[in-house]
Nanobody, 120 residues
């Protein structure tokens, strides 16, 4: 069993910053991908940023230069530093990971979602 605990969301003014965290625990051999997605009401979930275990990153065009993904493999935690936030960044953000278990099978898991509101 794997648990994902997200934190760091909230209300911030336009131009402000927030840092999301997602801590993964449970029966883990290793974590390959650690990503952040977001989903607005009535829209499909979309990739915000992704990071492989080796450190390769991918960003959606709408966050390039503003958001930074990082991970602490020792703590099984992924972060999303969000700067220069815009009202259109308002939505729920989800942590997504691919976990390799002791039996070497890989499964994907989602966090519970953390809301981010950018408003003055």
């Amino acid at each position: 069993q794997v648990q994902l605990v997200e934190s760091g969301g909230g209300l911030v003014q336009p131009g402000g910053s927030l840092r999301l965290s997602c801590a993964v625990s449970g029966s883990i051999f290793s974590i390959s991908a650690m990503d952040w997605y977001r989903q607005a009401p009535g829209k499909q979930r979309e990739l915000v940023a992704a990071m492989t275990r080796g450190g390769t990153t991918t960003y959606a065009d709408f966050v390039k230069g503003r958001f930074t993904i990082s991970r602490d493999n020792a703590k099984n935690t992924v972060y999303l530093q969000m700067n220069s936030l815009k009202p259109e960044d308002t939505t729920v953000y989800y942590c997504h990971v691919r976990v390799v278990h002791i039996n070497r099978y890989e499964y994907e898991y989602w966090g519970q979602g953390t809301p981010v509101t950018v408003s003055s």
